[in-house]
């Protein structure tokens, strides 16, 4: 369905972000207060994470939200 498909292209997005960066998985959950487990459901789109979450998330990629989501 179209929502899993999204959560996918997102989870795909954040993780690309953050291996560009050369932020390991541990370290982006660590500055973001969440586990790393957490963190890994969400990259393997197993979550949905809510606004508070994209935000840190996109905080601790020192990227915009709009540019986490930007043509997905």
Same mark, same amino acid.
């Given at each position: &369905? *179209? +929502?899993?498909? @999204?959560?996918? $292209?997102? $989870?795909? %997005?954040?993780?690309? *972000? %953050?291996?560009? %960066?050369? #932020?390991?998985? *541990?370290? @982006? $959950?660590?500055?973001?207060?969440?586990?790393?487990?957490?963190?890994? &459901?969400? *990259?393997?789109?197993?979550? &949905?994470? %809510?606004?508070?979450? !994209?935000?840190?998330? $996109? &905080?601790? !990629?020192? #990227?915009?939200?709009?540019?986490? !989501? +930007?043509? @997905?």
């Amino acid at each position: &369905d *179209e +929502k899993k498909e @999204l959560i996918k $292209a997102l $989870a795909k %997005r954040i993780s690309k *972000e %953050r291996k560009k %960066r050369g #932020i390991s998985l *541990e370290q @982006l $959950a660590y500055e973001m207060g969440i586990s790393k487990g957490n963190l890994s &459901d969400i *990259e393997n789109g197993k979550r &949905d994470p %809510r606004y508070s979450t !994209l935000k840190a998330i $996109a &905080d601790g !990629l020192d #990227i915009s939200i709009s540019s986490l !989501l +930007k043509n @997905l």
